[in-house]
């Protein structure tokens, strides 16, 4: 599948299903390598924004916000071709909106506050300060409250 035509039908299908798919590409496309606690903690990330409203108001905005995740990133034309992995980030992105779904209290967040994550055997960004966590390759950073 082409990273072009999953963001098209995200846009085109009913919600909340748009939504999981754009979770799901960003899972892929930033978490595949990583344990199951980072692709969450990624995923738990995206959620936070979206509940801010300062990326924008469905996933799809948030994930697709110039230069903040993978699918802005990527080259349109990029195939996901791992079919296991694509299959573990769609059930990861609906497992992690239900977890989301839940009252505050009573969700098991694993980077508590986190609004930023870096692959950190990739690049040191300039707004990094001391991580909340350090999950796999994956710094994970309070850099905003939200």
């Not at 798919?21 to 390598?33: I, S």
């Not at 924004?49 to 994930?63: E, N, T």
């Not at 990861?92 to 009252?103: G, H, K, N, V």
């Amino acid at each position: 599948m082409k990273l072009a035509w999953l963001l098209w039908l995200a846009q085109v299908l009913p919600q909340p299903a748009g939504d999981q798919l754009c979770l799901a590409t960003t899972l892929y496309l930033e978490a595949r390598d990583q344990p199951v606690a980072g692709q969450r903690a990624v995923a738990e990330v995206a959620l936070r924004r979206q509940d801010s409203g300062v990326w924008g108001d469905s996933m799809c905005d948030v994930v697709t916000a110039r230069s903040q995740f993978a699918p802005t990133l990527v080259h349109p034309g990029y195939r996901l071709r791992n079919a296991n992995a694509w299959e573990k980030a769609v059930a990861m992105a609906f497992d992690a909106q239900r977890e989301w779904s839940l009252p505050q209290g009573e969700r098991k967040e694993l980077v508590p506050g986190a609004s930023h994550f870096a692959a950190h055997n990739l690049v040191s960004p300039a707004w990094a300060n001391e991580p909340v966590a350090v999950i796999g390759d994956h710094s994970f950073y309070r850099v905003m409250r939200l």
